[in-house]
Structure formats: structure tokens, C-alpha cells
């Protein structure tokens, strides 16, 4: 079993830059695939990034994020980050962690190939 809680979030002007951590628990986090999604108000939750691979060397990211959004992970510390740089009106929505075992090339991108979620957090990026 995996907990998983999110922080960071807040509002920010466009341009500007937030950082997003994931703090887990369980004494396995390191054998887990980490992805990020969003959800903005009526729209489906999306893939954002993951940091995957059984040396956590695997990086993907959705191509609207992709030059902005930089994922990282502190196995010592069980935390996963987002680093959003260059924030746009578009990136509000509300971000969540999570967990997944068995996260590959082919699935990484799909909500439910993970095991465990976060509760979310609210970024609004104003314009």
C-alpha cells in the first residue's frame, strides 16, 4: 500500500514557475513508476509526465508540457517533484501524483494503469 500527498500548488502568473511535490509512503517506493496527470474543470484527467524504469532513467511528458515541466524523484526522501516553468492559462487545473507498478512505453499515459493516487492540488495560472 502506497499514500500519496501532493503540495505546492497555489496561483501564479503567467510565466512564472511552481514546483509541486508528492511525498509517499511505504517502504517500496522506489520500485514504483512516478506520473503526474491533470484535470481542469470539465475536461478528462490527462498525463503530464512520469519518471519510470527499474533505474527511475525513463522520462516521459505530454508534448504540451514538454521544454517546460522537469520531473524528478528523492528515493531517500519517498518525494517525486514537478518543476513547472513557464506557466500558461492553460496549465490550470488541478495535479495529481501516482504510483504504478507495471508502468511501461505502452501505458505510462493511461489513469489507470496506476495503482495509487494523490488527493490533487490546485494550480491556477492567471494571464
Known amino acids: 500500500q502506497v499514500q500519496l500527498v501532493e503540495s505546492g500548488g497555489g496561483f501564479v502568473q503567467a510565466g512564472g514557475s511552481l514546483r509541486l511535490s508528492c511525498a509517499a509512503s511505504?517502504?517500496?517506493?522506489?520500485?514504483?513508476?512516478m506520473g503526474w496527470f491533470r484535470q481542469a474543470p470539465g475536461k478528462e484527467r490527462e498525463f503530464v509526465g512520469v519518471?519510470?524504469?527499474?533505474?527511475?532513467?525513463?522520462?516521459n511528458y505530454a508534448d504540451s508540457v514538454k521544454g517546460r515541466f522537469i520531473i524528478s524523484r528523492d528515493n531517500a526522501k519517498n518525494t517525486v517533484y514537478l518543476q513547472m516553468n513557464s506557466l500558461k492559462p492553460e496549465d490550470t487545473a488541478i495535479y495529481y501524483c501516482?504510483?504504478?507498478?507495471?508502468?511501461?512505453?505502452?501505458?505510462?499515459?493511461?489513469?489507470?494503469?496506476?495503482?495509487?493516487w494523490g488527493q490533487g492540488t490546485q494550480d491556477t495560472v492567471s494571464s
Open positions: 501516482a504510483a504504478g507498478s507495471g508502468i511501461d512505453y505502452f501505458n505510462f499515459h493511461i489513469p489507470r494503469s496506476y495503482n495509487y
Open positions: 511505504g517502504r517500496t517506493f522506489g520500485s514504483y513508476a
Open positions: 519518471i519510470r524504469g527499474s533505474g527511475g532513467n525513463l522520462y
